[in-house]
């Protein structure tokens, strides 16, 4: 079996158009049965997330890695100070996305490593995330790289989120 050749970057201007690929792909199958249809088409729209991230790169908000296999974009990260203040002081892993076509192939953890490395060298102790409660195997990947789930839960898309949380 050939190895594959991955690389991590640190995102840049002009990667906007792959930033919102990579995310409304990765959302219309991993949210499939978890958000309600009309919700997830919404959020899916690849004009709307390609501006977004537009926003974010012209504004260098955030901290954001692409991944690429073999020269291909496959996942996405980002991260930043925590954006709710009963978390200040604290960083928050606000996006990990990957395309389905290599899911469960480790790349993912790669990428958690790269993040987690980088929030660490940027002083911070502890990271949150929040993930939908029935999303089963992104919790289980959470879970298998040391994130604990918390008491808090909150409504997002019309299901509900969770906390989770992890002391470096």
Same mark, same amino acid.
């Given at each position: ?30 949210f499939k049965e978890i ?25 260098? !908000? ?5 991944? /690429?296999? %073999?020269? @291909? #974009?496959?996942?996405?990260? *980002? ?45 911070? !102790? ?5 993930? /939908?409660? %029935?999303? @089963? #195997?992104?919790?289980?990947? *959470? ?26």
């Amino acid at each position: 079996m050939k190895k594959m050749r991955v690389t991590i970057r640190r995102v840049q201007r002009g990667d906007e158009s792959t930033l919102a690929f990579l995310q409304t792909e990765s959302w219309k199958t991993a949210f499939k049965e978890i958000v309600d249809p009309d919700i997830l088409r919404k959020c899916t729209d690849i004009n709307k997330a390609t501006s977004m991230y537009k926003s974010l790169l012209d504004n260098d !908000k955030g901290n954001g890695y692409l991944l /690429f296999v %073999d020269e @291909k #974009p496959h996942c996405l990260a *980002y991260w930043d100070a925590a954006r709710d203040e009963m978390f200040e002081g604290k960083a928050e892993l606000i996006a990990i996305h990957s395309l389905p076509e290599n899911r469960y192939k480790g790349y993912g953890k790669q990428m958690m490593e790269r993040v987690l490395s980088d929030i660490t060298s940027a002083g911070y !102790k502890e990271v949150i995330l929040w993930v /939908f409660t %029935d999303n @089963k #195997p992104a919790r289980a990947f *959470y879970e298998s790289v040391g994130f604990e789930a918390t008491e808090y839960k909150q409504p997002a898309l019309g299901t509900e989120e969770m906390c989770y949380r992890i002391v470096l």
